[in-house]
């Protein structure tokens, strides 16, 4: 029988900079939740203030984790040591093995407007840390999704970028490392979500907009 997980930390996030000054709210790697394994870092960033982003990601090393950028709104440009390059544009996904070690950066393509998003690290087992470096990237067009609720008043939708729901949709995400669930979920006001976590699975929600849990 399934358990009802609940909820046993509210961590506001604090307010940080990294990389070349880019503003962002750190919530797994701050002094409240220093890690919550194999998560090791959790950072929101968004504004339309230009000067809290066009200084970017410039180039800097990763080893022995993933990365996890999940763009809400604008445009990160991607680029590495291992020759691969691209463009994260809104509702993309990009999931980068770091594995034994690269080199990469990832800075604005746009010089105004709204810069929205996600990175996530995610630890490595010590028996995968050292391999070939890799990376997983996905448009929004190309991430699963799915729509739950009859009416307006308690549809729910989600994107899946990795795991699988119960109603069997699959994530865009191959990752056999840590079995990782990534869902992007939308639903209105008094609304219940229900779905399945395995019982070993560490998890958290990080709220983007509305009330949180009180």
Same mark, same amino acid.
């Given at each position: ?16 900079? @990294? ?17 919550? @394994?194999?998560?090791?870092?959790? @950072? ?16 800097? !090393? ?17 680029? @590495? ?98 079995? !990782? ?34």
């Amino acid at each position: 029988m399934n358990q009802i997980r609940t909820i046993t930390k509210i961590i506001n996030g604090i307010s940080a900079s @990294d990389g070349d000054g880019v503003q962002l709210k750190r919530i797994i790697g701050s002094p409240y939740l220093e890690m919550l @394994d194999p998560f090791l870092l959790f @950072d929101a960033f968004g504004s339309d203030k230009p000067q809290d982003y066009n200084g970017g990601f410039p180039s800097h !090393p990763h080893r022995g984790f993933e990365t996890v950028t999940y763009m809400l709104e604008g445009k990160m440009r991607h680029k @590495d040591s291992a020759g691969n390059e691209d463009v994260i544009n809104s509702g993309g996904i990009q999931w980068m093995t770091a594995g034994r070690g690269i080199i990469h950066s990832e800075m604005p393509e746009q010089e105004q407007g709204l810069l929205a998003g996600f990175q996530l690290w995610v630890n490595l087992p010590a028996s995968h840390k050292m391999i070939e470096p890799r990376y997983q990237e996905n448009s929004q067009s190309e991430i699963p999704s799915e729509t739950r609720g009859a009416n307006s008043s308690n549809i729910i939708s989600l994107k899946v970028i990795a795991g699988t729901t119960i109603k069997g949709t699959h994530g865009v995400i191959k990752n056999d490392f840590v079995d !990782p669930i990534y869902w992007d979920i939308k639903s209105a006001e008094n609304t219940v979500f229900e779905d399945v976590i395995p019982p070993m699975h560490n998890a958290f929600i990080y709220t983007i907009e509305g009330k949180k849990y009180s």
